[in-house]
């Protein structure tokens, strides 16, 4: 691209390693792409390009600098989540883009208008209430979706560049704290409506004993299904045999957005 569209949406995520295949980046394009208005621009940082649908524009993955001591950090303290979506929050990562990117995680399905979570609260970082913290009455943000502004908020990757060590431990080593944290201790952040953002085994699967008899639920206006955890997407689309809670009868909705859908817009060999 030669120059920035003001009007363009830009959508991306990140694909490290190889625990998911490049179908769940092409269904997620898909499913930006079929509930999103006018033009998209979807960016994949990755290593591992091969097998991305050719509207997919990559950018490639890179080690930063600092990446050894976080994962010093992490692994002093015992911690295992990796934190590599930090290279996402780095100015000048995606080549001739400014203005505000909208971001996914790989397990996420798209089941509706987009639109109202790009427009919502511009000029600040945006997520959902995570479900957990939530519930405890605590805040932080969940990372599955989430808005930002790379040069506006360049103090995201900023940060952990100038203190990796002291920001992993700062955050538990825990991605979607820091992002929340540093956002809001810079009066940058704002929820994203926590009814368009639901959790699969928080807002779709019935409660025990029901889950055992009766199929998942797609809550009305949401947008974005999220499958943290267990069931993971694949799980949930064929059922999942896991014990009392979070046993899972097969879902057909997730199945048609996440599968069907996209394999109607793509093609087989993408989806």
């Known amino acids: 691209m030669e120059e920035d569209d003001q009007d363009m949406i830009t959508a991306c995520c990140i694909k490290w390693g190889k ?70 929050f780095k100015p000048g990562l995606i080549p001739n883009h400014s203005g505000r990117l909208m971001g996914f995680d790989l397990d996420v399905v798209i089941t509706g208008d987009l639109m109202p979570i790009w427009n919502h609260a511009p000029g600040k970082v945006s997520m959902r209430h995570d479900w957990i913290e939530k519930r405890k009455g605590k805040g932080t943000g969940h990372g599955s979706v989430f808005l930002f502004d790379p040069d506006q908020h360049d103090y995201l990757y900023g940060d952990m560049a100038k203190d990796p060590r002291g920001r992993v431990i700062e955050s538990r080593g825990n991605e979607q704290r820091y992002t929340w944290s540093r956002a809001l201790a810079n009066g940058d952040f704002e929820y994203l409506p926590e009814d368009m953002i639901v959790s699969f085994k928080h807002g779709c699967l019935p409660t025990w004993p029901l889950n055992y008899f009766k199929a998942p639920v797609l809550p009305e206006g ?44 793509l093609g087989d060999d993408y989806a």
């Open 222 to 265: 949401a947008a974005v299904v999220c499958t943290h955890g267990r069931p993971k997407t694949a799980e949930a689309v064929t059922g999942y045999p896991g014990l009392l809670h979070r046993h899972s009868r097969p879902c057909a909705w997730m199945k048609d957005h996440w599968i069907d859908r996209a394999k109607a817009h």
């Open 19 to 88: 625990p998911f295949g490049p179908e769940y980046a092409n269904r997620l394009y898909s499913g930006v792409r079929r509930n999103t208005v006018g033009d998209l621009r979807f960016v994949c940082v990755t290593e591992h390009p091969e097998g991305l649908h050719s509207d997919i524009e990559v950018v490639p993955l890179e080690f930063e600098t600092f990446d050894d001591e976080m994962t010093k950090a992490h692994t002093e303290n015992g911690w295992s989540n990796e934190m590599r979506k930090i290279t996402l």
